[in-house]
């Protein structure tokens, strides 16, 4: 059973770290595996797993951001909330200003903060926190009805991974009975190999207090750096609930590429048929494992093609030019590669600019950026 949550999706990234794919977009917004963007699988979970609403908790471009969600995700029997504005939503947003006011947050336990007046109430009893950068198809209701059923504080989603990749998140550590004992975010030096999957629900209470506990002190007003420690030095009950399957946090330009190469291996864990459909979903896409100028590759079918791609994920609207060849790449919606031209492990944008993961092979009437790409401010 899902009443009493109250689901929040942070959505307040700028996307510092993912090149040009945040230049004129926003990081939720980026197109992610031919069919959809980033933000859309945690509102696909949270509409599979039979949950009516999701607060919305954003900051960059906001207007933005709640427009385009209005359009793709306001529908009978699940919607998102706008917060202070949802209400001009329900009536019509023709009179909000372009450039909302926007109150600086610092971290996302602030963007808990400046919700709360829609996130904590009576009829509250537990807050489900999700993220709009992670990649993964998962059913919440096990998990609430596992916390519910524990009585704890919180129940945090984990998954194993290798020791290498561990100090990248938030490393847990839990004792033979399932508690949490150690919460380290970005270890130096890991010492296990389960992390934070990034979701998690919180008994809404407790999540209310340490809120206003932690408010006006010295913290860094972060969900993972103070909130969690916190409880767990005050002694809360905080348990893990493991994640099987698919799970992927978008963090950078490189991982960007990597999970789309991903989907084309023998085995994917995420099978394209599982990903939402929210980028032109009347077009409809195939995997073409081998044909005369296509192989290994997600495809939609108006992919105008006079070239070779190869082991490659191309979005409706792309275009191949005569003669090019285009290897290990993943081109954006409308990207267009002119004749001639040879790519080889890399990102396509929409206007024609070319992101590289490795050392580029020459390319014919391209812009192109280095191997790591630019920042967005």
């Not at 495809?299 to 275009?319: K, T, Y």
């Not at 206007?351 to 580029?360: C, F, H, R």
């Amino acid at each position: 059973m899902t009443d009493g949550v109250r689901a929040v999706l942070l959505a307040g990234g700028e996307g510092r770290r993912m090149g040009r794919l945040c230049q004129g977009q926003l990081k939720p917004l980026v197109p992610f595996g031919s069919y959809c963007r980033l933000i859309d699988f945690s509102l696909a979970n949270a509409e599979a797993s039979n949950l009516r609403e999701v607060l919305l908790l954003s900051q960059y471009e906001e207007r933005q951001l709640m427009d385009d969600l209005y359009r793709t995700w306001w529908r009978p029997g699940f919607r998102v909330h706008f917060g202070p504005f949802d209400q001009a939503y329900r009536e019509g947003a023709n009179y909000l200003p372009q450039e909302l006011p926007r109150t600086p947050e610092r971290g996302t336990a602030d963007a808990l903060i400046r919700k709360a007046p829609y996130l904590f109430g009576p009829s509250i009893s537990d807050v489900l926190v999700l993220h709009a950068d992670h990649v993964y198809r998962y059913d919440y209701g096990p998990m609430i009805e596992a916390h519910r059923q524990s009585g704890a504080a919180l129940t945090l989603a984990y998954q194993r991974i290798e020791r290498r990749y561990v100090h990248l998140f938030g490393m847990v550590e839990f004792d033979g009975t399932g508690h949490l004992t150690a919460f380290v975010e970005k270890p130096a030096e890991p010492t296990s190999d389960l992390v934070f999957a990034a979701f998690c629900v919180f008994d809404a209470d407790r999540l209310h207090h340490y809120l206003e506990e932690l408010e006006g002190t010295d913290w860094q007003h972060d969900i993972s750096r103070d909130v969690i420690p916190a409880m767990l030095k005050g002694g809360e009950r905080i348990l893990g609930h493991e994640v099987v399957g698919h799970w992927e946090d978008i963090g950078t330009v490189d991982r960007y590429h990597r999970a789309h190469m991903a989907l084309l291996e023998d085995g994917a864990t995420l099978a394209h048929e599982r990903i939402p459909r929210t980028i032109r979903p009347q077009v409809p896409r195939r995997f073409v494992s081998a044909d005369l100028d296509i192989s290994r590759s997600l495809v939609p079918d108006d992919l105008v093609n006079h070239g070779r791609i190869e082991h490659s994920v191309a979005f409706p609207g792309v275009q191949i030019g005569t003669g090019a060849r285009v290897r290990r790449t993943v081109l954006l919606p409308g990207a267009s590669v002119p004749a001639g031209a040879d790519l080889d492990s890399a990102i396509v944008l929409e206007d024609g600019t070319v992101e590289y993961m490795a050392t580029p092979h020459l390319s014919v009437g391209l812009s192109t950026t280095g191997p790591t790409g630019g920042a967005c401010a």
